[in-house]
């Protein structure tokens, strides 16, 4: 796809989420090369892309430009696209947050070098390679306890954990009732809780 249009500045629509099949069919299209499809896609979850990009990158231009990139991804591995793992929007929104995080990642690392040549000097310099060591199991603990869920669980947890939306939000995404929402985020964390050891944590 060599060129998209700027993003929405508005808010998110509702239409975006409210239908997944026509969603995921039109991914499958674009997969195929259906610029058409793709465009259609395209305007139809933007919005929910470029907000996502926004809450977490507290910037509209790095959004705008996070969100783009995403699309360029979605376009080069639509065919990589599996409807039996998730939505076509859920797929779409983590390849986005994965992006702005990254940024917000790099972000972070150049201050955190610009910082240690400030403490070079000090008898006790900060470990900076135990700390991202340590991030880093953490980090797979949590990607392990989000593959033990269940696929509708994880969908939803993930829109409300990692994509920062409430659960009316998440609801309205997914076109489900607010109490199914609910409980299916409730589910999830308290599943994902004892497969990381919170709950006994929690207990001592």
């Known amino acids: 796809m060599s060129h998209l249009r700027p993003v929405p500045s508005g808010p998110p629509s509702e239409e975006g989420g409210s239908d997944a099949a026509h969603l995921a069919d039109l991914l499958r299209r674009s997969a195929r090369g259906d610029e058409a499809a793709f465009a259609e896609w395209y305007d139809a979850t933007s919005a929910r892309a470029f907000g996502l990009a926004v809450r977490v990158l507290r910037d509209r231009a790095q959004a705008e430009e996070v969100t783009q990139e995403a699309y360029l991804d979605c376009w080069r591995q639509a065919a990589r696209f599996d409807a039996g793992k998730g939505s076509a929007l859920s797929w779409l929104l983590t390849i986005v947050h994965r992006k702005a995080v990254d940024r917000v990642r790099s972000a972070e690392a150049s201050t955190r070098r610009d910082t240690a040549y400030g403490r070079r ?23 392990a306890a989000l593959g033990d869920l269940t696929t509708k669980q994880r969908e939803a947890v993930q829109l409300a954990f990692l994509g920062g939306y409430t659960h009316t939000e998440v609801a309205t995404m997914l076109d489900l009732p607010i109490g199914t929402a609910k409980t299916r985020i409730r589910d999830g964390l308290i599943r994902m809780r004892d497969a990381l050891g919170v709950g006994e944590v929690a207990q001592a």
């Open 121 to 143: 000097d000090q008898d006790v310099p900060h470990d900076v390679t135990a700390e991202a060591a340590t991030a880093s199991i953490e980090a797979r603990r949590v990607r």
